[in-house]
């Protein structure tokens, strides 16, 4: 499945941004779907995934209650929306495909990826 992630941009802290991931190739609905994230000089790190069905749903501590992921497989694109921005939020944001929620937050785990959407945070 190919992945094409938009919706990034430059915001203020405390703005809100709906990330998109549009997929191509395969349904999605035969995955469930993550949002990695990567800021300069670190390592890429999980934010949140959702299981094919969208009734299971798990978020990084640091973006519990402030971003939400969900999907929509008729139009085979899933979201993440991203409330009260934070500087800390600001990465590289990448949608992953995989065929289980099995280790969830590995990205080694993720078989499909988009090439990323920036997020910038201003203070």
């Known amino acids: 499945v190919q992945l094409v992630e938009s919706g990034g941009g430059l915001v203020q802290a405390g703005d809100s941004l709906r990330l998109s991931c549009a997929a191509s190739?395969?349904?999605?609905?035969?995955?469930?779907m993550g949002w990695f994230r990567q800021a300069p000089g670190k390592e890429r790190e999980f934010v949140a995934v959702i299981n094919w069905s969208g009734h299971i749903t798990y978020y990084a501590d640091s973006v519990k209650g402030r971003f939400t992921i969900s999907r929509d497989n008729a139009k085979n694109t899933a979201y993440l929306q991203m409330d009260s921005l934070k500087p800390e939020d600001t990465a590289v944001y990448y949608c992953a495909a995989d065929r289980t929620l099995n280790y969830y937050s590995a990205s080694s785990r993720y078989d499909s990826w988009g090439q990323g959407t920036q997020v910038t945070v201003s203070s």
């Open positions: 190739g395969r349904s999605i609905g035969d995955y469930a």
